[in-house]
C-alpha cells in the first residue's frame, strides 16, 4: 500500500488554471464596468466583486512561488537566489521592459496624460506614493511591482531562515508577518487615508495609502505561503482538504477584506 506522503505533491495542479483563469474574468470585469456606464444592467452587481481577481493572482503567485522553493528545502537543497531571480526576471522584465519603452517612446499608446519617472518603472517602485490624478498612465503596473518585491524578499528569507537552521521556527515569522500587515493597514486607513475621506479627490488617497503599497498586499501573498507550505511539508493533511481549501478561498479573501474594513 502507497503512503499519501510518498506521492509527489510537486506535481500540476491544474485546478489552479481555473482559478487563474477566473481571476482574470473578475479584474476584467471590473475594469470594463468603469468604462461601460454600468451597462448592461447586470453587470454593476458583477463588477462590484472584481477587485478580488487580484488578490486572487496573489494567492495564487505566493503559492506557486513559495511551492517551488519549499519543495527545495524540502529535499534538503539550498536555494539559490542567482538561479532563482535569473528564471524570474527572463520571464517577466524582458516584456515589461518592452512595455515601458512604448509607453515612453509613443505617446499615443498613454491612456492619460503624463507618466511617472522612468526611475519608478525601472526600480518597480511605481506602487508607492502614486498621484493617480497626475501621473496614472500604466498604473496598472502596480500588482506587478508587488509580486517583484515578493520575488526579491521570499527567497532572500528563506535562505537566512536554511542557513540559520530556523527553518523548523518559520511560521512565528509567518505569524509576524500577517499581524505586521494588518497594523499597518490598519495605521494606514486609520492616520492616513481617513484625514483625506472628505477631499473632493478622496478616492485618489484610497489608491495611494491602501490598495497600491505593497504592505498592504501582504495577505493574499501569505495565505498563499502558508497554503503551499501546507502542501508541502504535510501532504496528508493537504491530499484530504486541498480541494475544500482552494474552494474557499475566494470566500476567505473577501471576507477577510471585509472586516478589515469594518474594524477600521
Known amino acids: 500500500m502507497i503512503d499519501k506522503s510518498e506521492i509527489k505533491v510537486h506535481k500540476k495542479l491544474f485546478g489552479l488554471?481555473?482559478?487563474?483563469?477566473?481571476a482574470i474574468i473578475l479584474v476584467f470585469f471590473f475594469h470594463y464596468y468603469i468604462i461601460s456606464d454600468g451597462e448592461p444592467e447586470w453587470l454593476p452587481d458583477v463588477a462590484s466583486f472584481g477587485w478580488t481577481g487580484v488578490d486572487l493572482f496573489f494567492v495564487l503567485s505566493g503559492f506557486l512561488i513559495s511551492s517551488q522553493l519549499f519543495l527545495q528545502i524540502k529535499k534538503g537543497e539550498l536555494i539559490s537566489f542567482k538561479v532563482f531571480f535569473i528564471k524570474r526576471f527572463f520571464r517577466i522584465v524582458p516584456a515589461y521592459l518592452a512595455t515601458v519603452g512604448i509607453y515612453f517612446c509613443i505617446p499615443y499608446f498613454r491612456e492619460k496624460e503624463a507618466l511617472p519617472s522612468i526611475w519608478r518603472f525601472l526600480t518597480f517602485t511605481q506602487n508607492f506614493d502614486l498621484n493617480l490624478k497626475?501621473?496614472?498612465?500604466?498604473?496598472?503596473?502596480?500588482?506587478?511591482?508587488?509580486?517583484?518585491?515578493?520575488?526579491?524578499?521570499l527567497p532572500i528569507i528563506l535562505i537566512f531562515l536554511q542557513t540559520s537552521k530556523l527553518f523548523f521556527k518559520s511560521y512565528w515569522l509567518l505569524i509576524g508577518l500577517f499581524l505586521f500587515g494588518f497594523a499597518i493597514r490598519f495605521y494606514s486607513f486609520n492616520h492616513l487615508y481617513l484625514p483625506k475621506i472628505n477631499e473632493e479627490n478622496s478616492w485618489m488617497y484610497w489608491y495611494k495609502f491602501i490598495y497600491y503599497p505593497t504592505y498592504n498586499r501582504l495577505d493574499g501573498l501569505l495565505v498563499g505561503v502558508s497554503i503551499a507550505g501546507i502542501y508541502q511539508f504535510l501532504p496528508n493533511l493537504c491530499m484530504d482538504q486541498t480541494f475544500k481549501i482552494w474552494q474557499s478561498l475566494s470566500f476567505i479573501k473577501c471576507m477577510h477584506f471585509d472586516g478589515c474594513l469594518f474594524f477600521m
Not at 488554471?17 to 477566473?22: E, G, N, Q, T, V
Open 17 to 22: 488554471d481555473h482559478l487563474r483563469a477566473f
Open 134 to 153: 497626475d501621473y496614472g498612465t500604466f498604473s496598472h503596473c502596480w500588482s506587478l511591482c508587488v509580486e517583484e518585491h515578493f520575488y526579491l524578499f
